[in-house]
């Protein structure tokens, strides 16, 4: 199972970025995608989720409203549109999978498989 991201990079507060992470080895479909951060010193802390089929999104406080998650079950590939950032997003993003069924389940640890995350840097 392999979970590749892609998309990071450093840009000035207020700008925008596009995160994609493609799954191979599993089916697309079967699971509930979501997109984590962590920050230097502290905790994976959830961003998003989108369900199945991807009817259904949730996010964390932080991001609502500035994020968006979105998934192409064709491309085994869900996105993360970032806008209007600012430095307190600077942080690696990860893509996990969940086989739960709650799309707002935000402890870490209930999530299968993670991707090797891509850092995101957010300049004042």
């Known amino acids: 199972v392999q979970l590749q991201a892609s998309g990071g990079g450093l840009v000035q507060a207020g700008g925008s970025l596009r995160l994609s992470c493609a799954l191979s080895?599993?089916?697309?479909?079967?699971?509930?995608m979501g997109w984590f951060r962590q920050a230097p010193g502290k905790e994976r802390d959830f961003v998003a989720t989108i369900s199945w089929t991807g009817s259904r999104t949730y996010y964390s406080d932080f991001v609502k409203d500035r994020f968006t998650i979105s998934r192409d079950n064709a491309r085994n590939t869900v996105y993360l549109q970032m806008n209007n950032l600012k430095p307190d997003d600077t942080a690696v993003y990860f893509c996990?999978?969940?086989?739960?069924?709650?799309?707002?389940?935000?402890?870490?640890?209930?999530?299968?498989?993670w991707g090797q995350g891509t850092q995101v840097t957010v300049s004042s």
């Open positions: 080895g599993r089916t697309f479909s079967d699971y509930i």
């Open positions: 996990t999978t969940s086989s739960g069924s709650s799309i707002r389940t935000v402890d870490a640890t209930s999530y299968t498989y």
